[in-house]
């Protein structure tokens, strides 16, 4: 469903966004950990509590360093993914209670849009309020809502009014807001395009106001120039959109910051694909790109990405194209270090009459033959009936990987 674009008279977007949603759900379940620094993950820190951030603790952030500005004083945790899962569902249904009309970004925020509802509900201000409470009282968790006129304004409001806060953006304050904030508070301004903009003496969204658009272009690309222009001068058009399937499916491991050999680190990916499937075949989805995104120890990323004719929800479709895409990677893993494997399922569709089923080697020939490919559906079943631990790999014998952090709601 779609909201008519046209500029709205009042405030009546919504972002709301859980307060370091991982850590939060540690200090709700155990009681001894509220008001410590709590650390999620040990070898790379996850999620990091309000306290240990007033520390100087960010994400990601190598452990070692975490505890040492902590001073001793960090209770380190390893992650609970069923719990943050279950805890993001329990807030979702209080979002889908508040309005019809919610917009999930990840497991942890989304973009409510709450016009129309003041007779029945009060005002934007009013509901946001009460969604707090209820959040508070019925999950037990801290969150933060910005409330504006536009999606992006919104979400810097969440993102000035944390943690655990609440702050409206009304309609003829938005440029007094927004102008003072540095330029990285834009969507699309990322490290590079800070520093070309500071080089141009560009810091504040002021100063990009004043250098204008033909400025901006000039400058940045005229596509960029006229998103920042506009993003500059409060101008966001996007409504909050509902019924949407999601684009993608995915999910990630950190592997903390001992040297991986390269055995360790395909287990990994044999597991995270093995979920994966499992996921894609539960939506009844099928893929046709995968999507595989490394951070190294030295914090630099890759992404790399392959896609097929048609469709699938095959396993071993999937960790051939997957293990692929590693292989290429491999020189970049035995030169810096593997610290995160993210895997995405991406180019959804629903099932087809056409579906790719036989597995195939890495310049996309197929290996295997029908009898073949009627066993890996046959063990994509029994993992989907009974769980992914009835059949397992003999590469992951033995071995114990932590859960998925999954990137977005299923």
């Given at each position: 469903?779609?909201?008519?674009?046209?500029?709205?008279?009042?405030?009546?977007?919504?972002?709301?966004?859980?307060?370091?949603?991982?850590?939060?759900?540690?200090?709700?379940?155990?009681?001894?950990?509220?008001?410590?620094?709590?650390?999620?993950?040990?070898?790379?820190?996850?999620?990091?509590?309000?306290?240990?951030?007033?520390?100087?603790?960010?994400?990601?952030?190598?452990?070692?360093?975490?505890?040492?500005?902590?001073?001793?004083?960090?209770?380190?945790?390893?992650?609970?993914?069923?719990?943050?899962?279950?805890?993001?569902?329990?807030?979702?249904?209080?979002?889908?209670?508040?309005?019809?009309?919610?917009?999930?970004?990840?497991?942890?925020?989304?973009?409510?849009?709450?016009?129309?509802?003041?007779?029945?509900?009060?005002?934007?201000?009013?509901?946001?309020?009460?969604?707090?409470?209820?959040?508070?009282?019925?999950?037990?968790?801290?969150?933060?809502?910005?409330?504006?006129?536009?999606?992006?304004?919104?979400?810097?409001?969440?993102?000035?009014?944390?943690?655990?806060?609440?702050?409206?953006?009304?309609?003829?304050?938005?440029?007094?807001?927004?102008?003072?904030?540095?330029?990285?508070?834009?969507?699309?301004?990322?490290?590079?395009?800070?520093?070309?903009?500071?080089?141009?003496?560009?810091?504040?969204?002021?100063?990009?106001?004043?250098?204008?658009?033909?400025?901006?272009?000039?400058?940045?690309?005229?596509?960029?120039?006229?998103?920042?222009?506009?993003?500059?001068?409060?101008?966001?058009?996007?409504?909050?959109?509902?019924?949407r399937r999601?684009?993608?499916?995915?999910?990630?491991?950190?592997?903390?910051?001992?040297?991986?050999?390269?055995?360790?680190?395909?287990?990994?990916?044999?597991?995270?694909?093995?979920?994966?499937?499992?996921?894609l075949r539960?939506?009844?989805?099928?893929?046709?790109?995968?999507?595989?995104?490394?951070?190294?120890?030295?914090?630099?990323?890759?992404?790399?990405?392959?896609?097929?004719?048609?469709p699938t929800?095959?396993?071993?479709?999937?960790?051939?194209?997957?293990?692929?895409?590693?292989?290429?990677?491999?020189?970049?893993?035995?030169?810096?270090?593997?610290?995160?494997?993210?895997?995405?399922?991406?180019?959804?569709?629903?099932?087809?009459?056409?579906?790719?089923?036989?597995?195939?080697?890495?310049?996309?020939?197929?290996?295997?033959?029908?009898?073949?490919?009627?066993?890996?559906?046959?063990?994509?079943?029994?993992?989907?009936?009974?769980?992914?631990?009835?059949?397992?790999?003999?590469?992951?014998?033995?071995?114990?990987?932590?859960?998925?952090?999954?990137?977005?709601?299923?």
């Amino acid at each position: 469903m779609r909201i008519e674009r046209r500029e709205r008279d009042e405030a009546s977007i919504l972002h709301a966004d859980l307060d370091s949603f991982y850590a939060s759900v540690e200090q709700r379940d155990q009681p001894s950990l509220r008001g410590r620094p709590v650390l999620v993950g040990g070898g790379v820190v996850l999620a990091a509590s309000y306290e240990a951030k007033a520390l100087g603790v960010r994400t990601p952030m190598p452990g070692h360093e975490a505890r040492a500005l902590c001073r001793g004083r960090a209770v380190t945790v390893p992650p609970r993914f069923s719990a943050y899962t279950e805890a993001s569902r329990g807030v979702f249904a209080i979002f889908d209670d508040t309005t019809p009309l919610v917009e999930g970004i990840s497991v942890d925020e989304a973009f409510l849009d709450v016009a129309g509802l003041k007779k029945i509900s009060g005002t934007p201000v009013q509901i946001a309020a009460r969604l707090r409470a209820r959040i508070r009282g019925e999950v037990g968790l801290p969150i933060t809502v910005g409330v504006a006129r536009t999606k992006f304004l919104a979400k810097v409001a969440s993102g000035a009014g944390k943690p655990d806060g609440l702050l409206e953006v009304p309609p003829d304050g938005e440029l007094a807001f927004l102008h003072p904030l540095p330029v990285r508070r834009l969507w699309g301004v990322g490290a590079k395009t800070e520093d070309r903009l500071a080089e141009a003496g560009v810091r504040t969204v002021h100063d990009m106001a004043e250098l204008g658009e033909s400025g901006l272009s000039a400058l940045l690309g005229e596509g960029a120039g006229r998103h920042l222009y506009a993003l500059a001068m409060a101008r966001d058009p996007r409504p909050v959109q509902t019924g949407r399937r999601r684009k993608s499916i995915g999910a990630q491991r950190a592997l903390g910051r001992r040297i991986k050999s390269e055995s360790e680190v395909e287990a990994t990916l044999l597991a995270l694909v093995d979920g994966l499937g499992g996921r894609l075949r539960g939506a009844h989805r099928c893929c046709r790109t995968v999507v595989l995104s490394l951070r190294f120890d030295d914090y630099s990323r890759v992404t790399r990405s392959r896609s097929i004719g048609e469709p699938t929800d095959s396993t071993t479709v999937v960790l051939a194209l997957a293990r692929g895409l590693l292989d290429d990677s491999l020189p970049l893993v035995r030169e810096r270090g593997c610290t995160l494997i993210g895997l995405s399922l991406t180019n959804l569709s629903a099932p087809g009459a056409v579906q790719l089923a036989l597995p195939f080697d890495r310049d996309g020939d197929e290996l295997a033959d029908s009898h073949d490919a009627e066993l890996d559906v046959a063990l994509d079943d029994l993992r989907d009936r009974f769980g992914r631990g009835a059949v397992t790999r003999g590469r992951l014998i033995g071995r114990h990987h932590g859960e998925d952090a999954p990137l977005l709601p299923d």
